[in-house]
């Protein structure tokens, strides 16, 4: 089975900052609710995720510019030929 390869040419800076505001809202939404409940167990779960999404918020996608994305295309379809046995 191939790996899956995503390429994110162009991403706009009003888009990144919604995705990170509504990754915050969410995180801050179950810190909230668990410490109105007094759920401390649900606390510690919000924080691990809020954690967890925000180390890895940044690292989810290598971005490319267009050049760099037609080489990174040309070097995965030339592997993927490879392997395949074709070219």
Sequence with gaps: MQK???????ERVGESIVKDA???????IIIALSWRLDLAAFEWVGAII????SF???SRYRR?????????LDRIQGTYYDDIGEG
Excluded: N, Y
């Excluded at 899956?4 to 162009?10: D, S």
């Design 22 to 28: 509504v990754t915050l809202l969410i995180a801050l």
């Design 50 to 53: 809020f954690l967890m999404t």
């Design 64 to 72: 490319f510019s267009l050049d760099e994305a037609r080489s990174e």
């Design 56 to 58: 890895t918020a940044g």
């Design 4 to 10: 899956q390869h995503f390429i994110v040419i162009h």
